[in-house]
């Protein structure tokens, strides 16, 4: 690794660091390489920061933000065969480790194929597609708490619930896998890619869903209902293909996804009594 511990970049835009698109410069944006600087970072920036994994569940308001963004580099990006588990950096991205998934039989991973995601960011957020979650394939998290102590911390002694982890009040570093072999990984990646293709909407920049499904009902069922396919604000359109998606079909900003998200709930409360709850989080 040829990478300095740390770098600074002053009044970096964050819009092409987010899948969506969109996003205005953070103050002080920080990429990190080592423990010891991220250490000495965290204490020095105290509770103000935000992690940034892949991006692709934020929506990042347009205005230049005055927390820190640190974001794990490559010193964070490895992926390791030990004794019984696989020991995979937070940084790594998930397209990355089902390669190696590949290349080596594993299995586990192919309901997750085709999300644009950072291990880390994946396994904060509990991750999940078709009834499974990426919980279930974790044997322990090495994490940073916000004095900068490392530990680790057993998958039984996580809680984990749809979409959420007890993980995110600490940065994720390092998380050790327990795979299957699976000698059929190719054909189920495929399937669930097929599906995806078929079912989500990849024409245009987005953040996947943007609210959780609540009991009994998908949230895209409930704003298709709505009959709110199509509508737009400036350039945020909610997705002709996926209702449950806000696209970026050019310039949109963030209040105009803001604006779509208040309309989806407000005529979605109105027709079923249900509050929707977001999924994606806001940097704003
Ligand atoms: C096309 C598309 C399809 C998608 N499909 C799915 C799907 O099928 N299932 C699903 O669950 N999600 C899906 N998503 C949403 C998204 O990919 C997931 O929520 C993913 O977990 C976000 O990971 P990330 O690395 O991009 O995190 P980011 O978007 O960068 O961050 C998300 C949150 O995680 C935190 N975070 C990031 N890295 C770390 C870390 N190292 N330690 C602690 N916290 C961290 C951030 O601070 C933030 O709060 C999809 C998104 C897109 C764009």
């Known amino acids: ?15 092409s660091l987010t899948t969506i698109k969109i996003g205005g410069e953070a103050r002080n944006f920080f990429i990190v390489n080592t423990v010891d600087a991220l250490r000495k970072l965290v204490i020095k920036l105290k509770d103000s920061y935000y992690i940034l994994g892949g991006g692709s569940n934020l929506l990042v308001k347009d205005n230049r933000l005055d927390n820190g963004v640190i974001k794990l580099g490559e010193g964070f990006d490895c992926i390791l065969q030990k004794v019984k588990y696989l020991e995979v950096g937070a940084a790594t991205k998930l397209n990355s480790l089902i390669k190696y998934a590949l290349q080596n039989n594993l299995g586990g991973l192919d309901n997750l194929a085709g999300i644009p995601a950072s291990i880390g960011g994946l396994v904060a957020m509990n991750a999940s597609a078709f009834n499974r979650d990426i919980s279930q394939l974790i044997k322990n998290v090495e994490v940073m708490d916000k004095n900068g102590e490392v530990k680790q911390i057993k998958r039984e002694d996580i809680i984990f619930s749809y979409r959420r982890s007890s993980l995110s009040n600490y940065i994720v570093l390092k998380v050790w896998f327990d795979l299957p072999k699976d000698n059929n990984l190719k054909i189920k990646i495929n399937n669930c890619m097929k599906h995806r293709l078929n079912t989500q909407d990849f024409s245009y920049p987005s953040c996947g869903c ?65 509050i929707l709850e977001e999924e994606v989080k806001r940097w704003s």
């Open 210 to 274: 943007i609210f959780k499904n609540p009991e009994k009902f998908s949230a895209g069922f409930l704003i298709d209902s709505c009959n709110l396919k199509g509508l737009r604000q400036n350039d945020a359109q909610i997705s002709l293909r996926h209702a449950n998606f806000i696209i970026n079909l050019g310039k949109a900003s963030y209040s105009d996804v803001d604006c779509l998200i208040d309309r989806a709930k407000e005529e979605v409360h109105k027709k079923f009594g249900i």
């Open 1 to 15: 690794m040829n990478s300095k511990a740390i770098e600074l970049k002053h009044n970096h835009s964050l819009k």
